[in-house]
């Protein structure tokens, strides 16, 4: 054949893919179409979470909780949540521990240091999101991004290439060591979309953590950001974190 | 509650004793160990044995002729060895074809799969067949029984050897290698730019990443065909064409020139900026990565190779002298780029991004994230070449004496 | 211009096997192979189904009416049942199914309770080694309505913090009373009457001015009329610390 011939296939080639694209586009889309038959329309929600970092008394209970509803190895290495301790000292030295991965002894005090100026606990978990770096980076689409504002994993289809945990900034997720897929905080979604509220907040003795729903109107978590100056971590990165922090101190990453 | 593998329980109870300062709990775990060093290690080499054998294709340098052939070779034993570290780090490397079958466009990892796939099946495969054809032919010719087969096949079973036929092999082989050029600069590229994207890892997320993965990976292509050939021509004793010997080697200081003025700007830069992350970041160079960085990478990697090149080119050595240097020059280079990727992989891991700890890396010896897994990976690429120059010999043409056409 | 022999043999291999993968692509694999959504939307199912552990506070009521209202009149009444007896919505469900644990070991109250300088100020803490060592809380305090036995009266026990800084410091010896007027409902209802802080100058003045008499106060004596300008003292000076760390 000559030239012109051959331009001319070459040029029809991509109409044909195009018609060949639409056609699967709409199958896959039938087969999403198929609502679940039940009450709970996830559009209508859009969750989150408010931490008052001033009434956390670092008791590690909401660590204990989670382990225990959601199945996280026992191990001090996988954490849905944790607990730290900052202590600010007046000569601009600052602390930082992990007190759930050693908690404190409860049977001795340890003796006071007149030169700290500031020390608190700060719980920590996966922030949820709304511009989430871990789903952008994940190869397989096995984590999304749910309606209702929730980032789960699909250990049916996690390849367990650690991409996201890489990608975290925060340091929320873990590869699950009997799964061998990537793993973390679902805001026991489980239990809110029952009504329910998380494990951690079920337990936490002072309220420092507060459920909602950005989206409801006589909501503890909206009024909450009303009353306080809202902070999120790691700002400068956009990821849009929901977990939203009040009076979080400056020296906390 | 846990099932977790005793090995793994170890290694992890191990590495926790050995944080410094604070660090996410979670990041106790290395993510990504020695197997995802050994990865973009042999991808660099695909890329860079390819674009040396380019210069002779597209850019006429002929005294390089010589290792044409071999780079080609080179870039295919490698790429095939190089998903392998990949496939065996999974948690489920059953799901593995989840990444063709439903990929995420915004991954770079995902997109590389298909980068990948093309650089192999469209560029290498296909260049290759193409300066081989004519031989695969004659091989089928002069062959009996299986191999008959198997070269025929490996013609496709064509015939034509005419002049006319031979001269379009040559045109075609120069189009692909011009193809070929930006596609080995965007499959390295794109390892660069899956650790340049991360913007939780400042160690990783910078712009630069992809531009210093690719002049270090075309270092590390050239330096391992230099060594190939001296390796060969010791081997079969057979005479070394010095003159394209020291091409390779003027090829090779100018890309370490280049290759270190990048690298040079990437910690100028950020010394100069000085953001947050500065101070664990020269705690994470001083206290986890002095030797690995500044003494392999930097030293014996970089700054004596560059010096033993500059000195080959500026004093008249013999020819086993220059032999011997080029010989070593090639293995610390080979060594100081390994260590790069090293410094960089697990060096992104070894600090928090909390910026207060620094972590541990206790690299196991055996299992399949081990260091034996590596070193059978970084072994395997020379037993397929073997096997290769069986099937493929390169020097085939010249030694059935061939009238020349 | 005739494509050469090869170009035409290499050219059927290639459309061959691309044909090949966009058949299996487009017509012959199913749809669902190739799109992550359908398995999106069965995670979430799956997810949604996932058992439930921790019953909530609210499902104890119907059958543990007295301890529940008893909880909700004390110090006690947001603590969710289930952050003491352990998850329980097996037992919420069916009764027989497992008696929730009663945790009555001094451990136990001490992971909450035992002083830690980073707890908030206004948290009653004790110091374990001090406070009735080797006794079990419950003796003395019902878990359901811990009020102790006694209305306290040092302040130390919430305010741990300022207590033991302040025991550190030059101000030792000072009464916290000396400055802050307390009535008794602050120890049995403390954000409804809190204590009062000292607002003005004389506050302090009475000790450190300049012609006062109080031998603790010698090394400390200030010009009240050329010092710290209009200033409440404690703008400036840590009264629980005053100097800083020594």
């Known amino acids: 054949m000559n030239k012109r011939e051959f331009l001319k296939d070459a040029i029809l080639f991509f109409p044909a893919a195009g018609v060949l694209q639409a056609l699967s586009c709409q199958a896959a889309a039938k087969d999403a179409a198929a609502p679940a038959a039940s009450a709970y329309d996830p559009t209508d929600h859009w969750y989150g979470m408010g931490v008052d970092v001033d009434k956390c008394i670092g008791c590690n209970r909401c660590v204990e909780a989670c382990k225990a509803e959601n199945g996280v190895p026992d191990e001090p290495f996988y954490f849905r949540t944790w607990v730290e301790r900052y202590s600010i000292h007046s000569n601009g030295e600052t602390t930082v521990e992990c007190i759930s991965t050693k908690p404190a002894p409860v049977d001795q005090v340890a003796p006071e240091d007149p030169g700290i100026v500031r020390t608190f606990f700060v719980p920590k978990l996966c922030n949820q999101c709304a511009h989430p770096p871990c789903v952008q980076v994940c190869p397989v689409g096995a984590t999304f991004q749910t309606k209702d504002g929730v980032v789960l994993v699909d250990e049916k289809r996690c390849i367990g290439c650690r991409y996201c945990i890489q990608a975290c900034p925060y340091g929320a997720r873990y590869l699950n060591p009997n799964t061998r897929t990537a793993d973390k905080c679902t805001f026991c979604y489980h239990r809110i979309t029952k009504g329910l509220l998380p494990a951690c907040v079920e337990v936490c003795p002072t309220e420092a953590r507060i459920f909602g729903d950005l989206k409801g109107k006589a909501d503890r978590l909206v009024r909450f950001q009303r009353v306080n100056k809202i902070a999120v971590l790691k700002p400068d990165l956009n990821t849009e974190p929901k977990v939203l922090y009040a009076d979080l101190d400056g020296e906390v990453r | ?405 | 211009m005739r494509l050469p022999e090869q170009v035409t043999r290499l050219g059927t291999v290639i459309v061959a096997i691309l044909a090949i993968v966009l058949l299996l692509r487009f017509v012959i694999l199913p749809e669902s192979l190739f799109s992550a959504r359908p398995h999106q939307a069965a995670k979430v199912e799956r997810e949604m189904a996932k058992p439930v552990r921790y019953a909530g506070a609210t499902s104890c009521r119907k059958c543990h009416a007295e301890q529940f209202d008893a909880k909700y009149g004390g110090a006690h009444r947001n603590i969710g049942c289930e952050n003491c007896h352990g998850p329980s919505a097996g037992h919420a469900a069916d009764e027989k199914a497992g008696k929730p644990p009663k945790p009555r070991e001094r451990e136990f109250c001490l992971g909450c309770h035992a002083y830690q300088s980073a707890r908030p100020n206004g948290f009653p803490q004790v110091d374990p080694q001090k406070h009735k060592p080797k006794k079990r809380c419950v003796t003395c305090h019902d878990p359901h309505d811990p009020v102790p036995p006694e209305t306290p009266q040092d302040c130390g026990g919430c305010h741990g913090r300022i207590e033991r800084t302040k025991a550190l410091s030059d101000h030792a010896l000072l009464a916290c009373a000396e400055c802050h007027q307390v009535t008794e409902q602050h120890m049995i209802r403390p954000r409804q009457a809190l204590p009062t802080k000292p607002d003005t100058r004389e506050s302090c003045g009475r000790c450190h001015a300049v012609g006062t008499t109080d031998p603790a106060a010698a090394k400390a004596r200030i010009d009240m009329a050329r010092h710290g300008r209009s200033f409440l003292c404690w703008q400036c000076h840590y009264a629980h610390l005053p100097e800083g760390p020594k």
């Not at chain 2, 560059?306 to 293995?331: A, G, H, P």
């Open chain 2, 1 to 405: 509650m846990s099932g977790m593998p005793e090995s793994l329980h170890e290694q992890l109870s191990h590495q926790l004793s050995q944080v410094i300062g604070f660090i996410y709990p979670n990041e106790v775990e290395t993510q990504w160990a020695i197997l995802i060093v050994v990865y973009p290690y042999l991808t660099g080499i695909v890329a860079g044995a390819f674009i040396l054998a380019s210069l002779v294709k597209v850019f006429n340098v002929v005294e390089v002729q010589p290792i044409y052939r071999l780079a080609l070779l080179t870039a295919l034993a490698f790429m095939l060895v190089a998903g392998m570290p990949l496939q065996l780090h999974l948690g489920h490397p059953e799901r593995a074809y989840e990444i063709f079958f439903t990929p995420q466009p915004t991954s770079a990892m995902a997109m590389f799969g298909f980068v990948y796939l093309w650089y192999l099946l469209g560029i290498l495969l296909i260049e290759i067949w193409f300066e081989y054809r004519q031989q695969l032919v004659l091989m089928a010719q002069q062959a009996r029984g299986v191999m008959k087969g198997v070269y025929g096949a490996l013609s496709l079973f064509s015939k034509d050897v005419s002049p006319e036929a031979i001269a379009f092999d040559h045109k075609a082989s120069k189009i692909i290698t011009i193809i070929g050029i930006p596609s080995a600069f965007l499959l390295h590229g794109y390892v660069g730019f899956i650790f340049g994207s991360v913007k939780a890892n400042p160690w990783w997320g910078s712009v630069l990443m992809p531009i210093v993965f690719l002049m270090s990976a075309i270092v590390s292509g050239i330096a391992m065909v230099m060594f190939l050939y001296i390796l060969l021509s010791l081997l079969r004793n057979a005479r070394l064409d010095m003159r394209c010997l020291d091409k390779i080697g003027l090829f090779l200081l100018v890309a370490i020139i280049v290759d270190f003025a990048l690298e040079s700007l990437d910690y100028i830069h950020r010394l100069y900026q000085s953001e947050e992350s500065i101070k664990i970041l020269g705690e994470l160079v001083s206290a986890k990565l002095f030797t690995s960085l500044v003494i392999i990478q930097v030293l014996l990697g970089m700054f004596l190779p560059l010096l033993i090149l500059v000195l080959v080119r500026t004093v008249r050595f013999n020819e086993e002298l220059r032999k011997l240097l080029y010989f070593t020059t090639s293995l610390l280079i080979l060594l100081g780029i390994f260590s790069m990727r090293w410094n960089v992989v697990i060096g992104g891991q070894l600090y928090s991004k909390s910026f207060r700890g620094l972590m541990a890396y206790k690299m196991e010896m055996t299992g399949i994230e081990s260091l034996f897994t590596a070193l059978v990976l970084l072994a395997l690429p020379f037993v397929i070449l073997t096997v290769l120059f069986r099937l493929l010999p390169p020097r085939w043409m010249d030694e059935h004496a061939l009238p020349a056409r």
